[in-house]
């Protein structure tokens, strides 16, 4: 069998397209994805809006927010369909009787209700917010929860690389400066390196984590599969886009898990290290398309919140719907 580096971008996508679930009427509510995005502080609430919106418009049946109260009465009236628990304190918000680790205790009874977590946007690095969220991780990897980092929740692989090194069903997303940070904490010189040996070595340093080094093109290794994402994209670099891959990347890891446990028909074919980066390549791609579509639209004017109705159009273009059973009649 062939290796994914390899493979033609149509080849590998359509083995994204083999992990995606049917639409199988035998699915109860909340089979294909429970996914929550842990964020939003006082100054951000857009970022996790953007991110739990790109995992249900990819099709997660169920998409959470966890933020502060501040953030989550904003955040509600964005949609009424996100599921918004204003459970994460900032440090001078919290109330008599609170602590870090009552707080971390209610975020954590959560993870029993989910498949993913997205870790990152609208954090900020508030020292309350950033070990609440150091917890979550350390409980998330003993229950086997799936998480997907990015933004001020990769500070923590940079300052803590324990909480993330050797999980291999995590996703680190950083941008440019953020993967300098990352690799300068492992020691990886990147100046001397090209951009594919860097990803890849990083990848290795922290165990075989899957990485994304976004950029002019994505740069995607967890040390068993290097990628690289080169799909057109927008050409307006407005802030808030990565949310998006955030997103799509917590549906992709439901979906993978949805794989993983068989519950539909398939020939199972398809490892775990091969999944993880078939999950990244897809949210690469399915991100890059959403951004051509709304420049496309929009030009220059073209916000993070213009990616967001262009999900499901890029999903169905990059990877492509799966006929129903009543089509097959």
Known sequence: MAA????TRKEILGKVYKMVPPMLEKFHKGQLGRVAVIGGSEDYTGAPYFSAM?????????SHVICEPGAGQVIKTYSPNLMVHPYMRQQKNLAQGESIDSVAENVIAM????HVIVIGPGLGRDPAMQEVCARVIQEAKKKGVSFVLDADGLY??????????????????PNIVEFGRLAKAQNIDTSKEDETKACEKLAIALG??????????????????????GGE????RSGGQGDT????????????QAYVEKLW?????MQPDELLALVAYGGSAVTRECSRLAFKKLGRSMQAADLTEHVHTAFLDIVGEKPTEESKL
Do not use: F, W
């Not at 790109?54 to 169920?62: E, H, T």
């Not at 994209?233 to 307006?236: E, I, S, T």
């Not at 028909?265 to 074919?269: E, F, K, V």
């Open 233 to 236: 994209g927008g050409l307006k």
């Open 208 to 229: 075989g984590v899957t990485i994304i080094q976004k950029g002019k093109v994505d740069y995607i290794s967890n040390g068993s599969h290097t990628l690289i994402s």
């Open 245 to 256: 891959l955030t997103g799509s990347l917590a549906t992709l890891l439901a979906y993978r």
């Open 54 to 62: 790109a995992s249900a418009k990819l099709g997660c049946d169920m």
């Open 265 to 269: 028909d398939h020939d199972g074919d």
């Open 156 to 173: 923590l692989a940079q300052t803590r690389p324990e909480l993330v090194k050797g999980y291999k069903d995590c996703i680190l997303t």
């Open 111 to 114: 993870l029993d209700r989910l």
């Open 4 to 7: 994914l580096g390899s493979m």
